[in-house]
């Protein structure tokens, strides 16, 4: 038995149809965008890092990226200064904090100046004393996201890592040249950690 010839709209149909499939298609196949570097990061990966890596970046050039408190901060070797600030970011922003060196005839000086008692255990400083303590070298910092980081955008900013090592709860990313270790689980940022060279061989 001979079949009717298909009417002219019933093929103009399928030929819309087929086309809707194959663009669908070709949409779920399009390559994943390319992840965004972190802009903010930017001086710091061309300053600031650096200079920490190569023992050479004072709180007055860690201030002038970001506006922040000092701290004094209880420990069982002694009192330690810590420098506090927040980094504005597209997407929420970060958190600082850097430990700054003090010798010590300098934090036995401090302490009593800032009446630090031992079983203090945080203590935040007078803002007028950020001038004299502005050559202090910062021993390490930390950032922390206050919005999720991909790893994909991590890598987009520094690039693969050097090293990716297995630690607990989730993996370590080292960046040798740059001090930094960027501590990864399930390949979301939770912190960067920045070192000077001679801290990182240890």
């Known amino acids: 038995m001979k079949l009717p010839p298909l009417r002219l709209q019933h093929g103009l149909l399928f030929a819309l149809l087929a086309l809707l499939f194959f663009g669908w298609g070709a949409w779920l196949m399009r390559p994943p965008a ?39 901060q209880s420990q069982a070797a002694g009192p330690r200064l810590l420098y506090r600030a927040s980094l504005a970011g597209a997407e929420g922003g ?39 303590l502005a050559r202090q070298p910062v021993l390490e910092l930390e950032l922390t996201p206050i919005t999720p980081v991909s790893g ?28 930094l270790t960027a501590r990864m689980q399930d390949d979301t940022l939770l912190s960067l950690r920045a070192l000077p060279k001679r801290a990182m061989q240890h």
């Open 34 to 72: 390319a992840a965004e570097p972190l802009s903010e990061l930017a001086v710091w990966q061309t300053q600031v890092f650096p200079a920490l890596v190569n023992e050479q970046l004072t709180l007055a050039e860690l201030s002038a990226q970001t506006d922040g408190e000092l701290w004094l």
């Open 94 to 132: 970060w958190t600082l904090m850097a430990e700054l060196h003090l010798s010590g005839a300098e934090r036995e000086s401090l302490v009593a100046a800032a009446g630090f008692q031992p079983g203090n255990r945080e203590q935040p400083l007078s803002r007028q004393l950020l001038e004299p």
């Open 152 to 179: 994909a955008r991590l890598a987009a900013t520094f690039g693969q890592p050097r090293l990716r090592l297995q630690v607990e709860g989730g993996e370590a990313w080292v960046y040798p040249a740059l001090g």
